[in-house]
């Protein structure tokens, strides 16, 4: 050989090309990167930039502090967001009083009691559950639910807060299952073991030392799955109406923050008008809920988290 | 000698231990909850639709006859959506993963970059649809583009491929990446050709993943407002397009009873895309991934 292998790697250390791709490939990851920031950036101030111009024609507290939302009366419309934000927390409630007690039992069930058989079995399927495209949910409220809690609650409307409250209950299951089985199977065995020892019953174990032990992230779980709830969008398009009202009951027809959107979207309201700026608005308002919810939650799992 | 006296044990704990059967049954109750929503839901719309489910219902336009509505615009404008989404989010997707993993020191930017994506996780999907709007159909003028609903869309399901591409990648050992260096490779001749080929397993299960999910997606697409009533097929990237679950919100509105039955068909369609795409997802996972 004419060439020694030190001098070989030299050549090939200063090769122009590969010393270029070497400094120019981050760059371009971090760029690539630094969209997803951009993305961010892009939603809020859009957000920002056509509420302001919504709140240049609507006073500020009008919106806020309004109980009316008539945008679509000609003569004079009503800006008030109340009604709106009152659908969008009647749905969430029922989904939350749906999905918590079934959920956390689903998951005390796979963590303390299910053999490795039945969680390989069960698991999956709560997948496909989570898997399931909400459009299809909201299908499924309005001619299976609706329908058959009508049996039940005759003074139900074809349109409510409740059939679409179940069933947003049922989409936010699987996440509430999957997230707090995980914080429950990594309390160490040894604290059940602990317990067991001192004569406890798999139940006692359960609630008085997996489920303490495992709280924030159960509670992390549920927040999580609320701004999940509060942003729904199709089920509460089709299974809930669109009649925003200031009331507490549950079988009339309502309308959330998301299905006015929808409405406004699969309507005629041209570009520039008061209507148009308006589906800005409640989104900002979506976004500053479900963000303050996420935040929320990862607080909650940072703070409160039990290391061992 | 005995140590425990049963009848003693039973008469302290008895009712400690039926309180702990009737729970477990309680817990149980509470899984097969889950287990059987699912299995009515499905029963329920299969039973629905199967009988409008033919061949011309997957050949025909959309009608404003129940009897001669079909899904074929839909379809074939799903897979349009795709043809856009799948490049654009994995493209970005792997990327940022590699950078958050193999590039990123610690530092202020980095960490907000990851806090980033984890609250865009967060952010509903209509919310990334008014976005589109703005961004995309007006200000970028695409129109109800294509373009527009896929860039959209790539946005939406971006923070899920990163997450699965970056897990992915943390995957490999230390090890391979020691061994590449060591016969002289360089960082990124290290992560094309050691790194990258031991996550692409990882890295595809979770990016089907994530495109079922942009495929079953509607609230962005209504936001942005395409249409639901087509005659023709797109033929470009800025045409006009319609898709699945926007044609079947379209169909599950209408009052006439049988286009209810017309949307369940056309959900037993969208199911059906999805088993597919999930079952490639697992044949991968379970054909490719490696343990180390």
């Known amino acids: 050989m004419s060439q020694s292998v030190q001098s070989m790697i030299a050549a090939s250390r200063n090769k122009k090309s590969k010393k270029i791709i070497e400094k120019l490939v981050p760059v371009a990851l971090f760029l690539a990167a630094a969209l997803s920031v951009l993305t961010?950036?892009?939603?809020?101030?859009?957000?920002?930039?056509?509420?302001?111009?919504?709140?240049?024609?609507?006073?500020?507290?009008?919106?806020?502090?309004?109980?009316?939302?008539?945008?679509?009366?000609?003569?004079?419309?009503?800006?008030?967001?109340?009604?709106?934000?009152?659908?969008?927390?009647?749905?969430?409630?029922?989904?939350?009083?749906?999905?918590?007690?079934?959920?956390?039992?689903?998951?005390?069930?796979?963590?303390?009691?299910?053999?490795?058989?039945?969680?390989?079995?069960?698991?999956?399927i709560l997948e496909v559950l989570a898997g399931v495209p909400t459009i299809v949910y909201g299908f499924f409220a309005l001619t299976f639910v609706t329908p058959l809690l009508?049996?039940?609650?005759?003074?139900?409307?074809?349109?409510?807060?409740?059939?679409?409250?179940?069933?947003?209950?049922?989409?936010?299951?699987?996440?509430?299952?999957?997230?707090?089985?995980?914080?429950?199977?990594?309390?160490?065995?040894?604290?059940?073991?602990?317990?067991?020892?001192?004569?406890?019953?798999?139940?006692?174990?359960?609630?008085?030392?997996?489920?303490?032990?495992?709280?924030?992230?159960?509670?992390?779980?549920?927040?999580?799955?609320?701004?999940?709830?509060?942003?729904?969008?199709?089920?509460?398009?089709?299974?809930?109406?669109?009649?925003?009202?200031?009331?507490?009951?549950?079988?009339?027809?309502i309308q959330t923050m998301t299905a006015y959107i929808v409405q406004v979207s699969t309507g005629d309201a041209g570009y520039g008008t008061t209507i148009y700026y308006s589906i800005y608005a409640v989104g900002f308002t979506l976004?500053?809920?479900?963000?303050?919810?996420?935040?929320?939650a990862q607080y909650i799992s940072k703070r409160f988290r039990e290391e061992y | 000698m005995k140590y425990l006296n049963d009848v003693l044990v039973m008469k302290r704990m008895g009712s400690r231990l039926t309180f702990n059967k009737v729970w477990k049954a309680v817990f149980l109750l509470a899984t097969s909850f889950?287990?059987?929503?699912?299995?009515?839901?499905?029963?329920?719309?299969?039973?629905?639709?199967?009988?409008?489910?033919?061949?011309d219902f997957l050949?025909?336009?959309?009608?404003?006859?129940?009897?001669?509505?079909?899904?074929?615009?839909?379809?074939?404008?799903?897979?349009?959506?795709?043809?856009?989404?799948?490049?654009?989010?994995?493209?970005?997707?792997?990327?940022?993963?590699?950078?958050?993993?193999?590039?990123?020191?610690?530092?202020?930017?980095?960490?907000?970059?990851?806090?980033?994506?984890?609250?865009?996780?967060?952010?509903?999907?209509?919310v990334f649809g008014l976005l589109g709007l703005t961004i995309f159909v007006r200000m970028m003028d695409l129109g109800k583009s294509i373009l527009a609903a896929g860039f959209t869309m790539s946005l939406l399901i971006l923070p899920v491929i990163i997450v699965a591409a970056q897990e992915a990648i943390r995957a490999v050992p230390n090890?391979?990446?020691?061994?590449?260096?060591?016969?002289?490779?360089?960082?990124?001749?290290?992560?094309?050709?050691?790194?990258?080929?031991?996550?692409?397993?990882?890295?595809l299960t979770g990016s089907i993943l994530a495109l079922s999910r942009a495929i079953g997606e509607t609230a962005p697409l209504v936001v942005i407002g395409i249409p639901v009533i087509l005659q023709f097929l797109p033929t470009g990237l800025l045409d006009s397009f319609t898709a699945l679950?926007?044609?079947?919100?379209?169909?599950?509105?209408?009052?006439?009873?049988?286009?209810?039955?017309?949307?369940?068909?056309?959900?037993v369609v969208l199911m059906t895309v999805l088993v597919l795409m999930n079952s490639i997802a697992v044949i991968i996972r379970n054909k490719f991934q490696k343990r180390y």
């Open chain 1, 150 to 253: 009508q049996e039940i609650i005759p003074a139900l409307k074809i349109f409510n807060a409740l059939s679409p409250g179940i069933v947003v209950g049922i989409m936010i299951l699987p996440m509430i299952v999957s997230m707090s089985e995980d914080a429950m199977s990594s309390v160490p065995n040894s604290l059940r073991e602990g317990a067991l020892g001192l004569g406890s019953t798999k139940f006692e174990v359960a609630v008085k030392v997996v489920l303490p032990a495992a709280l924030s992230g159960i509670i992390a779980s549920i927040v999580l799955a609320v701004s999940r709830a509060i942003g729904e969008t199709m089920i509460v398009s089709l299974a809930g109406g669109s009649t925003p009202t200031f009331d507490f009951g549950f079988t009339n027809s």
């Open chain 1, 287 to 296: 976004f500053i809920f479900t963000l303050a919810m996420n935040l929320l």
């Open chain 2, 175 to 203: 090890e391979q990446r020691e061994a590449s260096y060591g016969m002289g490779a360089t960082k990124w001749q290290t992560i094309v050709r050691v790194v990258l080929p031991a996550a692409i397993p990882g890295i």
């Open chain 2, 59 to 126: 050949t025909n336009f959309a009608s404003r006859i129940p009897a001669k509505a079909g899904i074929k615009a839909a379809l074939i404008g799903s897979l349009w959506l795709m043809a856009v989404v799948a490049p654009v989010s994995i493209i970005l997707g792997v990327s940022t993963a590699i950078y958050l993993e193999e590039y990123a020191k610690k530092n202020k930017i980095n960490d907000f970059i990851r806090m980033n994506i984890a609250n865009l996780a967060g952010v509903p999907s209509i």
């Open chain 2, 34 to 55: 889950a287990l059987l929503s699912l299995i009515v839901l499905l029963f329920r719309i299969f039973s629905q639709g199967i009988g409008y489910l033919n061949i």
């Open chain 2, 245 to 267: 679950p926007m044609q079947i919100f379209d169909w599950a509105k209408r009052p006439q009873e049988e286009f209810q039955y017309v949307a369940a068909a056309g959900i």
């Open chain 1, 40 to 124: 961010t950036f892009g939603i809020i101030f859009t957000l920002i930039f056509e509420t302001f111009e919504f709140f240049t024609r609507i006073s500020i507290t009008d919106y806020i502090f309004g109980k009316e939302w008539l945008p679509f009366s000609g003569k004079e419309p009503l800006y008030g967001v109340l009604p709106l934000i009152l659908g969008t927390f009647k749905v969430t409630m029922i989904a939350v009083l749906v999905a918590v007690p079934f959920g956390l039992g689903a998951a005390i069930y796979l963590s303390e009691y299910a053999s490795d058989k039945a969680r390989r079995i069960i698991k999956p």
